[in-house]
């Protein structure tokens, strides 16, 4: 059973610092790679950053130099580092994978930014 459990998400101000953590089970992260997606209110899921098996990185423009996405491929633990922060920030954020064409998420961290 594929399990994506999240922490870390809160609220802190413009500015500031959160990291993120996905945990996985059931899958190795480190042959599927795995992704970082946030929702704000109102809007669509937004892919935020991606790290594949082999630790290429991308990164959506509007947070590329103040996010890092990152994995522990011991712990099987991937990791989203987010620095300077800013209210548009704000939202829930998922972790996901895939495997054999079958999408698993995480249950979502909220993050909220203050002004």
């Known amino acids: 059973q594929v399990q994506l459990v999240e922490s870390g998400g809160g609220l802190v101000q413009a500015g500031g610092s959160l990291r993120l953590s996905c945990a996985a089970s059931g899958i190795q992260f480190s042959l599927n790679g795995m992704n970082w997606y946030r929702q704000a209110p109102g809007n669509q899921r937004e892919l935020v950053a991606a790290i594949t098996g082999g630790g290429t990185t991308n990164y959506v423009d509007s947070v590329k130099g103040r996010f890092t996405i990152s994995g522990d491929f011991v712990k099987n633990t991937a990791y989203l580092q987010m620095h300077s922060l800013k209210p548009e920030d704000t939202g829930v954020y998922y972790c996901?994978?895939?495997?054999?064409?079958?999408?698993?998420w995480g249950q979502g961290s909220q993050v909220t930014v203050s002004s």
């Open positions: 996901q994978t895939s495997r054999n064409w079958r999408e698993y």
